[in-house]
Each structure stands twice: as structure tokens, then as C-alpha cells.
């Protein structure tokens, strides 16, 4: 059993930065896959990044060269460093960690969500 928390949210302007983490409590195999989704009012839940233990990571198109993804596995923390945040950005953005079994997920976590609004 995972449980999973995001911080970090809040309102920031255009142009500006935030840094959102992932704590992660329970067991976590030696192998997992932390990921960073979004999801807008009205629009559906997005990937926008995501890190495996072995180091591969993911960036959805609309986000590359901007937001920048790490973990730090030994500490059961997740991190999304956002740069150059647009009002597109604005959405709920959840944590999520899969923990992998011979390069398969056994399930995934939730965590409950942090609020990014980007807006002037």
C-alpha cells in the first residue's frame, strides 16, 4: 500500500515558476515510475511527465524545455520544476507512482491533487 501527497501548487504569473513535489509513504519497489498528471475543468486528465527508477523519463510535447521532472528515489520524493508557466498550464496536477515487477506495473497511486493557476 502507497499513499501519495503533492505541495507546491498555487498562483503564480505568466512567465514564472513553480515547483511541485511527491512524497511517497509505504512500500515502494526497487523499481517504480513516478508520474506527473494534469487535468482541467472539462478536459481530460493529461501525462505530462514521468521518471522510471532506471532513469528513462517522458514529457508530453506541450511541456518540453519547460518543465523539468526528478525524483529522488532513496527519499520516496517526486519533483516537477515548471518554468516558463503559460494560463494553459493552469489545471490540477496529480502524482502518481507505479511500482514495477520484472518491467511491469503491479497498479498505480494517486495522490489528491494541487491546484496550479497561472494567470496575471
Known amino acids: 500500500q502507497v499513499q501519495l501527497a503533492e505541495s507546491g501548487g498555487g498562483l503564480v504569473q505568466p512567465g514564472g515558476s513553480l515547483t511541485l513535489s511527491c512524497s511517497a509513504s509505504?512500500?515502494?519497489?526497487?523499481?517504480?515510475?513516478v508520474g506527473w498528471h494534469r487535468q482541467a475543468p472539462g478536459k481530460p486528465r493529461e501525462l505530462v511527465a514521468s521518471?522510471?527508477?532506471?532513469?528513462?523519463?517522458f514529457y508530453t510535447d506541450s511541456v518540453k524545455g519547460r518543465f523539468t521532472i526528478s525524483s529522488d528515489f532513496a527519499k520516496r520524493a517526486g519533483y516537477l520544476q515548471m518554468d516558463s508557466l503559460k494560463p494553459e498550464d493552469t489545471a490540477v496536477y496529480f502524482c502518481?507512482?507505479?511500482?514495477?515487477?520484472?518491467?511491469?506495473?503491479?497498479?498505480?497511486?494517486w495522490g489528491q491533487g494541487t491546484q496550479v493557476t497561472v494567470s496575471s
Open positions: 509505504g512500500t515502494v519497489f526497487i523499481d517504480n515510475r
Open positions: 502518481s507512482l507505479e511500482n514495477l515487477w520484472r518491467g511491469s506495473p503491479t497498479g498505480i497511486y
Open positions: 521518471v522510471q527508477s532506471d532513469g528513462t523519463t
